[in-house]
């Protein structure tokens, strides 16, 4: 992986990447905040050594570097899933990379359905912690002491600090920002009433990525913090079909919310 890694990171700055300050992973329908980076380079997936390609038709499979707020970013313009019949650790191989190129923080965002029925879809979620029923892990393996430790500490895979910065900027532009727990599950099927009322127990959002880019990050001791646009609301007693281009309609609408949150916690990192 190590050499894969360093081909990888070779090429990007052989076109142009150096020195990224903060990465960014934008979740389904959540990638119009490219449009506020002023970008010198954009480069397919598809072009960069070892990377996978999106196959999901709303993830673009660009990787953005450019300035957002006078800081270097680096911005994923979507990301990869396990249903997408990816390996974890192709999964989280972007993240390796980014890390390995420089950047200090990592920002993500994802769609997620409202397990909570006090959170109203359109709205946003930080994400305090998570459970992961993913069925593989990506520091399974090898482990290569130059990333990170073999037994990674977990007991708080998201930063206190880059969570208060969130908290602190939706109170100042007066937007819905709730806090709860992720739970993430492989997809790509939506889950029955059963599995709501199971989840509604211990979670207040699930969603089918997020949790193997965030265990990848800790393993590289890289301080990161996650939003969730809460596109659906999973009421199992109500509970309606699930419609993909609702959801992608709502996470329409929070976006421009989250594009404020992420510039300005960018501006104060």
Do not use: W
Not at 77 to 99: A, D, N
Not at 113 to 121: C, Q, T
Not at 123 to 129: F, H, K, N, Y
Not at 184 to 196: H, L, W
């Amino acid at each position: 992986m190590l050499n894969k890694i360093k081909e990888s990171v070779d090429f990007l700055i052989s076109r142009g990447i150096k020195s990224p300050e903060i990465g960014i992973v934008l979740g389904t329908g959540l990638g119009k905040l490219v449009d506020e980076i002023k970008s010198n380079v954009s480069i397919d997936y598809s072009d960069i050594p070892h990377f996978p390609v999106s196959t999901v038709e709303f993830h673009k499979g660009k990787l953005i570097y450019g300035d957002l707020e006078n800081k270097k970013i680096l911005a994923m313009q979507g990301r990869f899933h396990y249903y997408e019949g990816y390996s974890m650790e192709q999964i989280t191989f972007p993240i390796r990379v980014m890390q390995f190129l420089g950047i200090k923080y990592l920002l993500l965002s994802n769609a997620a359905g409202a397990l909570n029925l006090d959170f109203k879809k359109g709205s946003l979620m930080l994400i305090d912690d998570h459970i992961n029923f993913l069925p593989d892990n990506p520091l399974r393996g090898l482990n290569y002491e130059e990333m990170g430790p073999r037994f990674p500490d977990m007991s708080r895979p998201y930063s206190s600090e880059l969570g208060e910065k969130f908290e602190e900027m939706a109170k100042m532009k007066d937007i819905t920002l709730h806090k709860g727990i992720y739970v993430a599950v492989m997809g790509p099927n939506f889950e029955t009433r059963a599995e709501y009322r199971m989840f509604r127990g211990f979670a207040d959002a699930v969603g089918m990525s997020t949790v193997p880019e965030v265990i990848v990050a800790n393993h590289m001791n890289l301080p990161c913090a996650a939003i969730s646009v809460l596109t659906d609301e999973c009421d199992p007693d109500t509970l309606e079909p699930t419609d993909i281009n609702e959801i992608l309609a709502k996470a329409a609408i929070a976006e421009q919310d989250l594009i404020q949150l992420f510039k300005g916690v960018v501006a104060e990192i």
